[in-house]
């Protein structure tokens, strides 16, 4: 493989890991904040619980988002040091309030959240759930103006031999940014309705003693997933007007309109293969949409079933099949990313700046290196949530830590500032 | 303008995440049991995320604000960069996965990463620091390295010293004698800021071209941003009473 290629695995295996973490995180906090918002409410017991229990495998998945989001940060200019100097003024403006509108705050706040539970006012306690929610999605929706801008560049001009931003407001309304936004939040609430839906329903299977809990715990979910599925496709069809050129070509699959694309491309950038690869594009764009087809079905199904009792207490093919649909949301976010991200290539900035001219000028040995080093870390990473995960789920609501009371109470508190 | 919120994120961080990093580096001289460990991470637990964003913001700001300076820093010390973000990683799960399950051996373990990282973020910092500001390289970077490592730790245990009690705070008070802690904490502060102006000093600090649209933004955000971090700081004031949810 050619350095960049590993630059380009490397960047790849980077956001996709972060990707996987963050589209569970982002689904969970929802429901989260959902349970917590009722519980604060009526003060009801179950829904306490239920905060708990699954603010407690929210945190564990949220751990590794955070970390994989660190390496993340600092990806660009490691390895793409090309791309910062040449396009930097602009989406740049975008990471740059990402990190301080929702990183920053998100992080701050979700601190306090953990640590200042059982210590805050209750109605401080749900206020700051919902800030780290929204901050989540500000987080989503800052970070897919920078990729909206690399897919399809508007607002900026050339200057100088790099990019200046001239309209803020254009970037920031890029239908290629904002569409994809709400294509990947509903992806998102899907994915925290299948998990939820799915653990649930091992519960139920396996008779375990909470079952009022995970029935309405199960109903949550797949009452989640279900729109959050219609929403998803609508904002992902929504897209396709505003695919690239070359993407669409290839994703119809025209030879004759891949070749005209190529021929207007090499007419104006010159010589070059400028077709992103048909196979790994294609296969992901189909992966994505059967998934979504396999999903719906068992939403739609499933939303059905849940209205019968008997249904919900002991159908257990029924349970099987929810727990067994746990990674499918994950596989379809992945599929759709790489449908968008491979579909893009050979470019950095769309029209504007080769993936091969945006690499930082770094050696071989250097980047198989850190690449060796970042996928072992993040193998790991994902091998102990997954474990960490199904453990905690199936302890079941009893086992959990979050929020627990203090067993003994505490002494006088000494102030030290 | 550009340079001062660079300055004010990159210094905030050195300040509040040093003490964190130092308390990791401190860990098994502070801590000599699990037990004992557990309330050591308490001391920092509220704080430590709170205070590593200010390093998330810093890189935000340099994409924003200085993205040629943030390509040539990054870039031109490649390895160094990854060894601190793969120590940063280590170090966060060791404190996040450390109470996940109650096994003495997953503990010691998860408090080893907890160490391991934590000594590894002060060494590439060290190594980073003297690059930029003594332009050293090679073996005999590792010199300055290590001093600036022992303020990182040192600057752990002034913090420790406020946030503790009984045998564990005298443990941390050691270089102080255990009176003022408070101004012990002020000086190794003092001290990494200067480590940090220096450094400043002699990197190229060109801002680039969206610092018009951009400042604004940022410097209407600081206060929000420092008002969120002052709840934390002001309900985890007192002293830690016992262990928490890391």
Known sequence: METVDLARLQFALTAGAHFLFVALTLGLATLVAVLQTRATVTGSPIHQRMTRFWGQLYLINYAMGIVTGLVMEFQLGLAWSGLTEYAGNVFGSALAIETLVAFFVESTFLGLWIFGWNRLNRWAHLALIWVVTLTAYASAFWIMVANGFLQRPVGHVLEGGALRLADFGAMVGNPAAQLAFWHVLGGALLTGGFFMAGVSAYHLRKRTAEQDFFRKSLRLGLGLALPAAMFTVTFGGLQFSYLQPSKSSVWANRTQLMAETQATMAALHGPGDYLPPVGPVRVAGVLMMVLWVVMIVVAGLSVLLMAFRPAVRSFRPWHWLLTLMIPVPFVTMLAGWVFREVGRQPWAVYGLLTTADAMSPLTAVQVRVSLAAFTTVFAVLIAINYWLLARHARRGPGAVVLGDRPAEPAPAPVPTF | ?246
């Open chain 2, 1 to 246: 303008m550009e340079i001062f919120i660079l300055a004010f994120f990159a210094l905030g961080y050195l300040v509040l995440a040093g003490a964190d990093i130092g308390v990791g580096m401190a860990l098994p001289y502070l801590g000599r049991s699990g037990d004992e460990r557990r309330e050591v991470i308490a001391a920092i637990a509220p704080f430590f995320l709170g205070n590593e964003v200010w390093l998330v913001a810093t890189a935000g700001v340099l994409a924003g604000l200085f993205p040629e300076l943030e390509g040539e820093l990054l870039s031109g010390n490649y390895t160094l960069v990854v060894g601190l973000v793969l120590a940063w990683v280590i170090r966060d799960m060791g404190l996040w996965l450390r109470g996940r399950l109650p096994r003495p051996g997953w503990q010691a373990f998860c408090d080893g990463a907890t160490v391991a990282g934590s000594w590894g973020l002060a060494l590439t910092w060290g190594l980073l620091l003297s690059r930029v500001l003594l332009g050293l390289e090679g073996p005999v970077a590792m010199v300055p390295a290590l001093v600036v490592a022992a303020l990182f730790g040192t600057h752990g245990l002034t913090f420790a010293a406020l946030r503790l009690r009984g045998a564990l705070r005298e443990r941390a008070g050691v270089l102080t004698g255990g009176g003022g802690e408070a101004r012990a904490y002020a000086l190794t502060a003092a001290a990494l800021l200067a480590v940090g102006v220096l450094a400043g000093l002699r990197l190229p600090l060109h801002p680039g071209t969206s610092g018009p649209v951009l400042v604004p933004v940022v410097l209407a955000l600081i206060p929000f941003l420092v008002a969120s971090q002052g709840w934390v700081w002001w309900t985890f004031r007192h002293r830690v009473t016992g262990p928490s949810y890391l």
